[in-house]
């Protein structure tokens, strides 16, 4: 029996709420197509009376984005909440999340990118398995795959196995076993040495970035060997770290083996297995995996198992 907690799945009816703790609002047009989505799927949502006002790259002030957080956590018409994007913020509110009324409520958190930093705070308060999945303005954007296992990952069905003919087995081994966590490298950056930075020892470890050089990259998986933090996991699934949307696929393909290239090079002691090309990130492939699990990371038939 895993043990950690996942939240009650959704039913059809069910309340989603949508809170902003991140970026500012851009396109008008892909939250209505997420909403729309969102309703075709059979649920409800709840949106703040005026939307966000926006204070810069914010979708409002940090007091603000934390009480939005708490209010829909606590409403009990809402089952879940999903983060309508990332961008940068969800660390600016963690001094006015109040971990005692977190902890009163079990519920489903969704969302990738910045949404990271709340998984790891969530699952250090509550122990809570939480959705790494798609964000409300990008429901419209992702595949269809990734929109099933979206709404199967909601419905109940988050421990389906993963096994796709896109992934690499970068370095093999034998099957590994550990708690899946990770999400964007660039916010797991940001928490290192906090209350809320994650013990990665023995864990499965997922990442993924997006518009990130090269260099950058490198610099932060050479730090976190240096932390002695990348030598920890029992295995790695690398996601897409593509520059942007807009490199061409050879491009792609070559700026992908360097990064795999560098992580193989840094973890060579360990002798983990480590996956590349694993269908999370900022692009059409975006697989909704449930943070905090257990899982078995199956490199001889390269499938990723949940318990």
């Known amino acids: 029996m895993n043990r950690n907690c996942f939240p009650k799945s959704l039913q059809p009816g069910d309340c989603i709420g949508i809170i902003a703790p991140a970026g500012q609002i851009q396109d008008t047009v892909a939250l209505q197509q997420g909403l729309s989505i969102l309703k075709d799927m059979g649920f409800e949502t709840k949106l703040p009376r005026n ?124 099957s590994v076993h550990g708690k899946l966590i990770g999400g964007n490298l660039c916010s797991l950056m940001s928490i290192l040495s906090t209350p809320i930075d994650q013990d990665w020892k023995g864990s499965i470890l997922f990442l993924e970035d997006v518009g990130e050089p090269l260099y950058k990259l490198d610099r932060m998986f050479t730090q976190l060997w240096h932390c002695g933090k990348l030598n920890q996991p029992s295995g790695i699934i690398l996601g897409d770290f593509s520059l942007n949307q807009d490199q061409d696929s050879l491009e792609k393909i070559r700026f992908h083996e360097e990064i795999w290239k560098r992580v193989l090079e840094l973890t060579k002691s360990s002798g983990m297995p480590i996956w590349g090309n694993f269908p999370i990130g900022h692009g059409k492939d975006n697989l909704t995996l449930p943070h905090g699990t257990d899982a078995l990371m199956d490199s001889a038939n390269v499938t990723l198992l949940f318990q």
């Not at 809402?78 to 977190?102: K, Q």
Request: net charge neutral; with cysteine.
């Open 51 to 174: 939307l966000w006002p926006g204070t810069g790259y914010l979708a409002d002030t940090d007091t603000n984005r934390a009480v939005e957080f708490h209010k829909m956590w606590a409403d009990p018409k809402i089952s879940a909440l999903l983060a309508l994007r990332g961008g940068f913020g969800s660390l600016r509110i963690l001094p006015f999340l109040n971990p005692d009324d977190i902890k009163k409520e079990q519920k489903l958190l969704i969302g990738f990118s910045d949404i990271t930093i709340l998984h790891c705070a969530i699952h250090q308060t509550n122990n809570l398995i939480s959705l790494h999945g798609p964000v409300l303005t990008s429901l419209s954007s992702i595949n269809n795959e990734s929109r099933q296992r979206f709404y199967a990952s909601l419905t109940g069905n988050w421990d389906k196995p993963i096994q796709s003919g896109k992934i690499e087995v970068l370095r093999d081994g034998p």
